[in-house]
Structure formats: C-alpha cells, structure tokens
C-alpha cells in the first residue's frame, strides 16, 4: 500500500491518475446531487397537489415511472 501511495503522490504518471480518479468522483458526486435536488422537486409538487404526473416528470426531468415512485414511497 505504501508504494502505490507513494507512486500516486510523487510520480507524475500517479499524480495524473489521481487527479483523474478525483474528478471522476467529483463528476459523480454532483450527478447525485441533481438527482436528489430532482427528487425533493418532485416531493413539493406533488405535495402541492397542483399538478398532473406528467407535468412534474416533465418539469423534473425525471421520468414518469420515477414519478409514479417517489408518489407511492410519499403515500406508503
């Protein structure tokens, strides 16, 4: 384990690598994040009870059948 540290670290072979792997997270991470904003977008419209299924799908970016899930997970 030290030397592949070590090789991430002070090689610049390892160094690009880990730049690499970092942005792949960081890309990740931010994709996780729109999602869950995506989802709690859903929670308040059909929490406010104005509009039809397909309009929040729509307006989401989140497909019906996501739609229809998130509905059923609120009135379980």
Do not use: H
């Not at 072979?13 to 729109?34: A, F, N, Q, T």
């Amino acid at each position: 384990m030290a030397d592949r540290t070590r090789y991430l670290k002070e090689n610049p072979k390892g160094v690009s690598e880990m730049c690499r792997i970092m942005e792949d997270m960081r890309k990740e991470s931010l994709k996780e994040g729109i999602q869950e904003e995506k989802k709690m977008t859903v929670i308040r419209m059909l929490e406010a009870g104005k509009y039809l299924l397909e309009e929040i799908a729509n307006i989401s970016g989140l497909s019906l059948e996501e739609v229809n899930r998130l509905k059923a997970e609120r009135n379980a």
